[in-house]
């Protein structure tokens, strides 16, 4: 395909979204902070840049994948290596981390000034969607602009969703996140309590996914949790930021929320324990702890 795209940020995301972009055919180009991250695609057919700004330079469409809104910040805005120096007037500039919808905005605004377009796509899915091309993917921004980009998101994602105005895709993630970390608390508590009287592991999942109990948690997260693999597809410490963006953004529209803090107190606590760089299923580590019983097998 004759769009040059750039990625950066080769996080446990970002590669598996780089490479489905080389296998649709985009001519692509990576730049990671830690360089030898960039070996494995180089090798399978991008090019890669010495900063973000040259990636930038080189792309009609400039994509970041990055931890969290500082990182974003840095690398869009930062100084002469960030995407802002290289970016060319007319090119589009996708940040499709999970940051503040404010930090979004402020980021877009700064970009267009240069006569650069910016979208906010974050997504859903974790790591099987995102090596399967299948994320949820949640665009805010210009209506065209997310038109003309569509080719590059189908390459990543299944259900592409135009939310509305810049930041309104970061507003959908967080609403995203509020209702699969409440899933997730459920599913653990869910599966202690059976455990406890006796359940099986096939049994329970077998039950909870043919019925109104499923979710994406039953059904990627809950084998794990039996087998005690908390290998991350996504972070406890990621959760944790996700859910604090969520609390800042319900102060700041003055809504309450009653379950997300709750489930933030449970993260601190598998944090506390040391968890943090665990896969979310660890929280089930910490229902454990209060009730004094251990549901998985190691
Ligand atoms: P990750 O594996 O921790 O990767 C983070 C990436 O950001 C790395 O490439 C890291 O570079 C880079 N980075 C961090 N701070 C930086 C800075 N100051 N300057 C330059 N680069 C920086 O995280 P991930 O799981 O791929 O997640 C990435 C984003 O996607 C996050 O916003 C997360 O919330 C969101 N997300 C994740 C999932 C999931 O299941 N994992 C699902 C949906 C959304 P280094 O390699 O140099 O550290």
């Not at 503040?100 to 974790?126: N, Q, Y």
């Not at 939310?163 to 599913?187: D, E, P, Y």
């Not at 006796?198 to 059904?219: I, R, T, Y």
């Amino acid at each position: 395909m004759d769009t040059k795209v750039g990625f950066i940020g080769l996080g446990i995301m970002g590669v598996p979204m780089s490479r489905n972009l080389l296998k649709a055919g985009f001519d692509l180009s990576v730049w990671n902070r830690t360089a030898s991250k960039m070996d494995e695609l180089e090798k399978e057919g991008a090019r890669t840049g010495r900063s973000a700004a040259v990636v930038a330079e080189w792309s009609d469409v400039t994509i970041t994948m990055l931890t969290d809104s500082d990182a974003v910040e840095s690398v869009m805005t930062h100084d002469f290596n960030s995407v802002i120096a290289g970016a060319r007037e007319g090119s589009v500039v996708i940040d499709m981390s999970t940051i503040s919808p404010s930090v979004t905005r402020s980021i877009a605004e700064k970009l267009s000034e240069k006569g650069v377009h910016v979208l906010d796509a974050p997504v859903s899915g974790s790591l099987p969607g995102a090596t399967s091309g299948t994320l949820s993917i949640m665009v805010g921004g210009d209506a065209e602009v997310f038109e003309r980009c569509l080719p590059v998101f189908r390459a990543m994602g299944r259900v592409i969703t135009h939310c509305g105005g810049s930041g309104m895709g970061q507003v959908t993630k967080l609403a995203n996140q509020i209702i699969g970390m409440g899933n997730l608390a459920a599913m653990c508590e869910g599966i202690v309590f059976a455990s406890r009287a006796g359940g099986s592991p096939d049994s329970l999942l077998k039950a909870f996914g043919a019925g109104a109990a499923n979710s994406w948690m039953v059904e990627n997260l809950g084998r794990k949790v039996f087998d005690g693999d908390f290998a991350p597809g996504f972070m406890v410490d990621l959760a944790q930021k996700d859910l604090r963006l969520v609390q800042e953004a319900a102060a700041e529209l003055d809504v309450p929320l009653v379950t997300t803090p709750l489930v933030s107190q449970m993260f601190r606590a598998v944090q506390r324990a040391g968890n943090g760089r665990e896969g979310i299923q660890a929280y089930v580590k910490a229902i454990e702890t209060l009730a004094g019983i251990q549901a998985r097998a190691n």
